[in-house]
């Protein structure tokens, strides 16, 4: 089998290159500029302060509130409960949930961007909300997301883009979003074998696909490190294979936010590259690679 | 008995004003001007970016790391150790241990800064390093240190000032000292009667003397966050009813700092306001209140 990413078999981590272009359109592709896709290419994210008006943003607090005071969604096997306070972390594949979400990740702006990043018709790998509360929010560690969806989930090649609407401020402080720009050039195999059923576990604290700290402290020497803050609209595009993660969250203030993976059409998960069966559909989407049709833009 | 600033007896949390002067002396008395003691009265905190020199700052730093690796100092009653790791996360009283760190605490410049803050002769009451690592760094959670000074340690008065001397560079995605300027200027009283002993366990993850949600919330509302970030070498004084905390640390930078409280010569400690023991004078110094002699300045 052609692994082009081989990872979690070695007893040491290595560094290697990343083998797949990060933009994969041109300029006349979508609405992105030069600059913009340059900027992308270079860094590994774009990040839109106002892309969704107030008037959408209010539709979808509502939703988010609604799905967290819904018992049965706590009860569903796509629900990951914070471990401590019994509330919800995250909710996976809310595009089937919530018709309100639904027509979010088919945002015409938002796939018009990620058909423009990836080059081609685009479907959806997974989506979710996250909910990091005041007070109590927990933190991600670092993480590649392409290491754990090419080794779990089959996904071949670096052609992906997840995408991050705000629907709260992030501030310096209430634990945002950090990137090691530039981080997407490089491939970190990760050390462990890969335990059956990891995704139970690993929702709520990863332990396989965990990058080391020797790596990490190379990145951020040769990159720095980044959080984009912006007003709750704010939209972060992301390369699948940027270093990210943040912080604890202490302050009263809550971060929330509407999580989409595009996939491109040509990019197809196989068999998982660990060698296990794959994760539930509920997390990668492995029978239907429908091309997202957008609504005809307002 | 004269308790001016009650707190975890009632069951429920009360804001109240502050009633002591933030600031004690005046412009002629030590090298703050006025617009630096007007910040320090409506903010509750003071940073000086370049305070202490890059030659004895690696004098500190290899104090810092010879008392992490000597394993005596891991066993002592002073170390705080990070439950998970095994790591130092604290070490008590280092300027009776340290030359070194006693010569930094009688800085002429940080002592005459103290002076001019409290308007009298100051005496150490607390020492301490604070190592904050890398990767997996633990998060302080919000907290007023004359809340737990006045009822463990049975300070009387708003008439002491934290002094934290940066051996790390502060970033803002470390896991700095986040502070909420203006806070200074309430109390909050908090819920939980006091546990025996409280301070082996407090030390470590604190369950008394918390500041309440809501409060928390009116207290960001109305004043907002703020966290200073310097070079090493940058010192932060701030007030010791200023509420703040930090997050977690997942880059792969450390922090270290050493911290040092000042006590006004005419604030002594009574016995606690919680009616128990007091803490161990490694914590909360209770005899030698002589007040500290500066080097002449070179």
Redesign the interface.
């Known amino acids: 089998d052609d692994d082009r990413y081989p990872s979690r078999f070695w007893p040491e981590p290595r560094i290697t290159e990343r083998r797949d272009p990060v933009v994969h359109g041109g300029v006349g592709d979508g609405p992105l500029d030069e600059a913009e896709l340059r900027f992308y290419r270079d860094n590994g994210y774009l990040t839109f302060e106002q892309l969704i008006g107030a008037d959408e943003l209010d539709a979808y607090l509502a939703e988010l509130d609604a799905l967290r005071r819904d018992e049965a969604v706590r009860q569903a096997a796509e629900a990951v409960i914070e471990p401590d306070s019994g509330e919800l972390r995250s909710l996976f594949e809310v595009h089937k949930r919530s018709a309100v979400l639904r027509r979010l990740c088919a945002h015409p702006r938002l796939v018009a961007i990620a058909r423009q990043l990836l080059g081609s018709e685009v479907y959806l790998h997974q989506s979710r909300i996250n909910y990091k509360g ?2 109590r929010g927990k ?1 991600f ?2 993480h590649s997301d392409f290491e754990t969806w090419h080794m779990e989930d089959g996904v071949p090649a670096m052609r992906m883009v997840s995408c991050s609407v705000s629907l709260t401020p992030n ?3 209430n ?1 945002p979003l ?1 990137i090691i720009p530039g981080s997407h050039q490089r491939y970190i195999s990760c050390v462990g074998a890969t335990p059956e059923a990891h995704y139970l576990a690993s929702l709520r604290r990863q332990e396989v696909g965990v990058p080391d ?1 020797a790596s ?2 190379q990145l ?1 020497e040769d990159f720095g ?1 980044l ?1 984009p803050t912006g007003p709750a609209g704010s939209v972060t595009f992301f390369d699948c294979n940027v270093m990210h ?9 809550p971060r929330s936010n509407v999580f989409f993976v595009y996939n491109s059409v040509h990019n197809t998960p196989a068999a998982p590259f660990c060698g296990l069966p794959p994760r539930p559909s509920f997390i990668a989407e492995r029978q239907d690679f429908t091309p997202i049709q957008t609504e005809v833009s307002p």
Do not use: Q, R
């Open positions: 005041g007070f933190e560690y670092w501030t310096p402080h634990g950090m700290d990490l402290k951020v490190i959080a993660g943040s912080s604890s969250n202490i302050t009263p203030l």
